[in-house]
């Protein structure tokens, strides 16, 4: 399994980006995806998650209302729509394959494997 995450970099507080992660090696429709992220000397945390079928995805509180999550299945690639982008969000993203199809979790342990990590920089 391969996951290759981009679209990270540098953004003014405010602004947006949109990152990707194209999966191979694996039956795509077959797990849920997980977006996480790690600021500098802070534990690995869970920002969203989308089932297989693309509904009922989950988000942190902290990115309620900025962040959404989706997904084509056909190209076998995940995004993470990033607006309104703040300082604390500054952290490399990483995706995430899950074990399951459907059971989505904020917790880096339902994963099992991993893409390389984008770094996004929010700062003016």
């Known amino acids: 399994v391969q996951l290759q995450a981009s679209g990270g970099g540098l953004v003014q507080p405010g602004g947006s980006l949109r990152l990707s992660c194209a999966a191979s090696g694996l039956t795509f429709v077959d797990h849920v995806i997980g977006w996480f992220r790690q600021a500098p000397g802070k534990e690995r945390e869970g920002v969203s998650c989308i089932p297989s079928s693309g509904t009922n995805t989950i988000y942190a509180d902290s990115v309620k209302g900025r962040f959404t999550i989706s997904r084509d299945n056909a190209q076998n690639t995940v995004y993470l729509q990033m607006n309104s982008l703040k300082p604390e969000d500054t952290a490399v993203y990483y995706c995430?394959?899950?074990?399951?199809?459907?059971?989505?979790?904020?917790?880096?342990?339902?994963?099992?494997?991993w893409g390389q990590g984008t770094q996004v920089t929010v700062s003016s």
């Open positions: 995430a394959v899950g074990m399951s199809s459907w059971y989505c979790s904020e917790v880096p342990d339902d994963f099992t494997s």
